[in-house]
Nanobody, 124 residues
Framework: VQLVESGGGLVQPGGSLRLSCAAS????????MSWYRQAPGKERELVAA????????NYADSVKGRFTISRDNAKNTVYLQMNGLKPEDTAVYYC??????????????????WGQGTQVTVST
């Protein structure tokens, strides 16, 4: 299993970024996928999740209305479109897959597969 994130960077407040996570080594279309983030000195937190077919999504309250999670099962890729970025969004962002197909949990301990992370910095 391999998850590879890309798309992070430095952006000014109010700006946008689109993160991508390319998956391989498992049947991507059967897995609920999630994005997590971890800021320095803080615990890893769930940002967004999307069901296997993409029909349902879930967001942390702090990003609702600003972030959009999506997926392309033909490309084995999950995305996170981030608009209206704030300094408090600064963190390392990770995509994650749970330990079995069609399984969802809000606990990071239930996720066995993680990407290497991509840094997002929101600053002037």
């Amino acid at each position: 299993v391999q998850l590879v994130e890309s798309g992070g960077g430095l952006v000014q407040p109010g700006g946008s970024l689109r993160l991508s996570c390319a998956a391989s080594g498992f049947t991507f279309s059967r897995y609920i996928m999630s994005w997590y983030r971890q800021a320095p000195g803080k615990e890893r937190e769930l940002v967004a999740a999307i069901t296997s077919a993409g029909g349902l999504t879930n967001y942390a309250d702090s990003v609702k209305g600003r972030f959009t999670i999506s997926r392309d099962n033909a490309k084995n890729t999950v995305y996170l479109q981030m608009n209206g970025l704030k300094p408090e969004d600064t963190a390392v962002y990770y995509c994650a897959a749970p330990r079995r197909p069609y399984y969802y949990s809000t606990s990071s301990a239930e996720y066995d597969y993680w990407g290497q992370g991509t840094q997002v910095t929101v600053s002037t």
